[in-house]
């Protein structure tokens, strides 16, 4: 059996992004709902490349597609927590990019949450993968973490 490791730190992550939570996260246990967690983590990430000029949702050539996620969950967060997530590159490649994100609940220093997703960045008709180009790689490669 692994041994399952203990949440992250603050430290442990380069950039961050600040989001609250809504009334309509909480589920009948009285506690934020799995699901919402996996929509903070996309939309931490997303709005850190739309922030950084990397992500034109309505209008770019390019789109980042979501093909793999998991998360586990450290402690509870509810409505109105404020939620801060930090977002770090554990492998980028030529065409995708894993994000590792952790979920900070108001001033805590440790991860309520920690998760992952793979993004591949694919031509938006042809939905099939294309390069990072230099402005994508400018931004992310100084979020990479040593392994």
Sequence with gaps: MMERTGPGKRSDYKVFRNIGTRWSDNDTYGHMNNVVHYSLFDSAVNGFLIECGVLDIKGGAEIFLVVETGCRYHAEMTFPDMVTAGIRVARLG??????????????????AAEGFFVHV???????????FGYAARRVLEPLLVQA
């Design 121 to 131: 960045n694919v031509d938006r008709l042809a939905r099939r993968p294309v390069h």
């Design 94 to 111: 030529n065409s995708s990019v894993r994000y590792e994100i952790g979920l900070f609940r108001n001033d805590e220093e440790t991860a």
